[in-house]
């Protein structure tokens, strides 16, 4: 099954909503997320700050190495 979804969170909030996101992914075996932002008003730094969460998505692990 698929959702897609559209969300309009506040920056102030965009670290906890990906942090909820992250939190059930690890807590249910065969979620997997994909996402996209798009947030013109934040740094790159910004977001790369914002998805910083406990534990790290894959995909941040994997830029890290780069």
Same mark, same amino acid.
């Given at each position: ?10 920056? /102030? ?10 939190? +059930? !992914? $690890? ?6 997320? *994909?996402?996209?932002?798009? /947030? ?10 914002? +998805? !910083? $969460? ?6 941040? *692990? ?5």
């Amino acid at each position: 099954m698929k959702f897609s979804i559209q969300a309009d969170i506040p920056d /102030a909030l965009g670290k906890v909503f990906l942090q909820h996101l992250r939190d +059930f !992914d $690890v807590g249910h075996d065969g979620c997997h997320f *994909q996402m996209m932002i798009s /947030a013109p008003e934040l740094s790159e730094r910004e977001v790369n700050d914002m +998805f !910083d $969460v406990v534990p790290p998505f894959p995909f941040m *692990q994997a830029m890290r190495k780069q």
